[in-house]
């Protein structure tokens, strides 16, 4: 895989939303010119993605190759586990206010900060696990925004499941979806153990009814980085071909 050989730059955006300061981690490519638009690949578990999922070594080989174009990875860490919970899932107490803070104040400071294309197609939003929950959470409210979403093992359940059939204009979003096929048995942050293979591909269904612009990949292995890394490559290639 190539050696990343880009920058990597902290930042920090004030959210009102959250009432808090929140920490990004910027990766501009080898390629970076500020003269020169760029995609957007907006991470959650961003600390994870830089040191698990090798994204800057992915984009790079993806650019390289001719896969996709320039393109900024901006990462979001979570403080700790409740954190992430509180964010991520639906049923997190600041979920509703992390949709808003991701579409209303972090977009606007990344196209302030960056230069970008500054339409939803020009965005990209991936996570795993919660990560991806929330990553197609925001697609689904905010379609215009984040017309890209790459999610890996996604939490899912019956209400989200709703929220893709009643979907309004689904050729608005661009969908990559992997799941483990080991994922019968996930222990999750509330400390229950989980089925995860069944709702995702029940997600599954609804999306191809529905008639999204959508890729499964059902991939051996469960429910960790050692399985999601290597699906990392495919999910970006997919969301940001040219």
Request: aromatic share 12%.
């Amino acid at each position: 895989m190539a050696a990343s050989k880009g920058a990597m730059r902290d930042y920090t955006v004030y959210s009102s939303e959250l009432n808090e300061e929140i920490t990004l981690l910027a990766y501009l490519p080898s390629t970076f010119s500020p003269f020169h638009k760029h995609s957007l690949l907006i991470a959650q578990d961003g600390k994870d993605y830089f040191m698990y999922g090798k994204i800057r070594s992915v984009i790079e080989q993806l650019m390289e190759s001719g896969k996709i174009d320039r393109t900024i990875v901006v990462g979001i860490p979570y403080r700790d586990v409740k954190d992430r919970y509180e964010k991520y899932h639906p049923d997190g107490k600041k979920n509703s206010r992390y949709l808003r803070f991701l579409a209303h104040e972090l977009v606007p400071f990344l196209d302030q900060t960056f230069p970008t294309y500054q339409t939803g197609k020009g965005r990209a939003l991936i996570g795993d696990s919660l990560g991806g929950t929330v990553s197609l959470m925001a697609g689904l409210l905010y379609p215009h925004t984040f017309g890209k979403i790459a999610m890996q093992s996604p939490y899912i359940d019956e209400g989200i499941i709703a929220k893709i059939q009643q979907f309004a204009d689904p050729s608005l979003l661009q969908i990559y979806h992997s799941v483990g096929k080991d994922e019968t048995a996930v222990k999750t942050t509330d400390g229950d153990v989980r089925d995860f293979i069944t709702p995702n591909r029940k997600a599954k269904e609804a999306f191809l009814q529905k008639g999204f612009l959508y890729e499964y990949n059902e991939f051996a292995g469960g429910h960790a980085w050692t399985y999601w890394q290597p699906d990392v490559p495919l999910a970006v290639g997919r969301i940001l071909a040219l």
